[in-house]
């Protein structure tokens, strides 16, 4: 199934070209979530922030009908492996779960604004094998970012299913 090819408008003017998802069906995705301009630190996280972030996690994938295989929560950003039967679905459990998050943090630093950079980036998984390398990748950035020395150190909330 192939992606919408985005359109330009205004006789034949090139504008910036729409953004669109391409997320298939029933995929597992490989998702990304960078906070605006690393000012947030998800390594400083303590339990009870974990919890919350699962917490919303859960609702927002039981909310949208989303399957997360695993969370990556790194310094500056988050990656997910999720997929779901609506491709609308992801982007709306996305939004969610953002905006969640997003009021705990600002509340618990007594901030305004926004936390995230903008919208996630998504990669589909189409077999076996780019969904090991996608978790490796995942496990493996913890390692590169010094939160962990070795895998079988992670700590984060990493599994939802």
Request: proline letters at 3%; hydrophobic letters at 40%; aromatic letters at 10%.
């Amino acid at each position: 199934m192939a992606c919408p090819v985005p359109k330009y408008h205004r006789r034949g003017m090139t504008r910036r070209r729409e953004r669109k998802r391409c997320v298939l069906p029933n995929v597992w995705n490989f998702c990304t979530s960078r906070t605006r301009r690393a000012e947030y630190s998800f390594s400083e996280l303590d339990d009870d922030d974990r919890e919350v972030l699962l917490g919303y996690l859960i609702v927002a994938a039981q909310m949208y009908g989303v399957d997360v295989a695993f969370v990556f929560v790194m310094s500056n950003h988050i990656h997910l492996i999720c997929r779901a039967a609506i491709p609308a679905a992801v982007s709306l459990f996305h939004a969610h779960f953002k905006a969640q998050f997003a009021r705990h943090i600002n509340r618990k630093h007594q901030r305004t604004g926004s936390v995230w950079g903008g919208r996630f980036h998504n990669v589909n998984l189409l077999d076996d094998e780019a969904q090991a390398r996608a978790l490796s990748y995942g496990i493996d950035h913890g390692m590169k970012e010094a939160l962990i020395e070795r895998s079988d150190e992670w700590h984060l909330p990493h599994t939802l299913k």
